[in-house]
């Protein structure tokens, strides 16, 4: 090619690269104006696990520590992302949203190697946010105190049984402690 013409050439390369990048600076900033707003909120569970060794809360479905890789908040992490749990908020929420779209806006984790479980919810707005982590934190809380009470009423039936049978020191112990809760 002629001098002349890869100039010219040149010259168009330019314009065409000039309007490119000014089309998809166009389009990046209207995205940007017209997207939904996302916001995100957190609530924090903290767990406390019973320790393997204490035969208070045997047969009860409590959360231990066993000192391996799983720990109770990871327990916790994993019901919360459970089925369950994403319907019982959309009841007590009101909402109309599906399964789905609630897992979808959780997002939950045990914050370092502690047992705080972080419980996120995105929604389009502060407040709905802030409604949804909230939520299946106390779902959370509520669906595992009324598990616990319905075994601890079990327990304490049968070990009042138990202790009328003439069963040792150790259940009538035992059953004070479990009255207590």
């Not at 390369?13 to 990046?28: H, K, W």
């Not at 940007?32 to 208070?56: N, W």
């Not at 959780?106 to 409604?131: F, I, K, Q, W």
């Not at 319905?150 to 202790?163: E, H, M, P, T, W």
């Amino acid at each position: 090619l002629e001098r002349g013409a890869l100039e010219a050439l040149h010259r168009r390369l330019a314009l065409v690269l000039v309007v490119c990048t000014a089309a998809g600076a166009a389009a990046a900033a209207g995205y940007g104006l017209t997207a939904p707003k996302r916001y995100r909120a957190t609530a924090q569970v903290l767990v406390s696990p019973i320790s393997p060794s204490d035969p208070t809360f045997a047969g009860l479905g409590v959360l231990r520590d066993t000192g391996g890789k799983r720990t109770a908040a990871a327990d916790v992490a994993a019901l919360l992302r459970g089925p369950q749990l994403a319907d019982a908020v959309a009841a007590s929420l009101g909402l109309r949203r599906s399964r789905s779209s609630l897992e979808h806006a959780l997002h939950v984790s045990v914050v370092d190697s502690s047992d705080v479980v972080d419980v996120s919810a995105e929604d389009s707005t502060r407040t709905g946010a802030a409604e949804l982590a909230n939520s299946f934190a106390s779902a959370l809380i509520s669906q595992r105190s009324a598990s616990f009470q319905s075994q601890l009423s079990n327990a304490i039936r049968r070990d009042q049984k138990l202790l009328a049978q003439g069963a040792d020191a150790a259940v009538a112990r035992r059953l004070t402690t479990l009255k207590g809760f």
